[in-house]
């Protein structure tokens, strides 16, 4: 009996820890799928690319207004919450062919990402847009918008930035918030140990 319960496989815990935070990947798969299932897909998959590239809340994806784009230099002028600092993102190629689409197809209206009703998309329905994307995409947990956030954050810090460039990126105003993207970063031992 002894021997049997020490060669036991462990129980299922797949989902015991749910992550913080989506891979490049899954991210792709979200894109995808929102490009050929949602009934907006350009604007839902637009809005989950500059979410990602840009490291942004909610709230600040929702209020992103056109004056704060500027397709013909490349850049975007990010207005942070919670007291963050603002800065000014480079905009790459994917991005600036995807919003020159998404303002043509609205080329009156003074946010970027807009309902049917032509008003600035909301947090709760940016969250519901998210959550129903995820489950529909099949994807193994729950999603909310702030794992676009995360997956930012780890993506650059897994990329080696430097972690004060990060903060200034992702506008935190502790370092603090932006230290975890390093200490979580299983990257960071990678070269320990070399054959």
Known sequence: MRNQRRNASPPNTVNCTVRKYLTAREIEKLMDYARKHSRYGH??????????????????????????????????????????TPSVHPI??????ALRKLR???PTEAYVFVTERGGPMST???????????T????????HPHML???????????????????????????QHTVRYTELSPDRFRDFWRD
């Not at 600040?60 to 990010?78: P, S």
């Not at 529909?136 to 729950?142: G, L, V």
């Not at 780890?154 to 200034?168: F, S």
Request: with cysteine; glycine share 10%.
């Open 92 to 97: 790459r190629g994917d991005e600036i062919r």
């Open 149 to 175: 956030r995360h997956a930012c954050g780890y993506k650059l810090a897994n990329d080696g930035h430097d972690t004060r460039a990060l903060q200034h990126y992702l506008g935190h105003k502790n370092i």
């Open 43 to 84: 604007r839902d998959a637009t809005m989950i690319l500059v979410t990602y590239r840009h490291g942004l809340r909610a709230s600040e994806v929702c209020d992103l207004e056109w004056h704060q784009v500027e397709l013909e230099h490349g850049r975007m002028h990010v207005r942070r919450a919670k007291n963050g």
């Open 136 to 143: 529909a995409a099949k994807m193994p947990f729950p999603l």
């Open 124 to 134: 709760i329905g940016f969250h519901h847009l998210i959550q129903r994307l995820g």
């Open 104 to 106: 043509r197809e609205s």
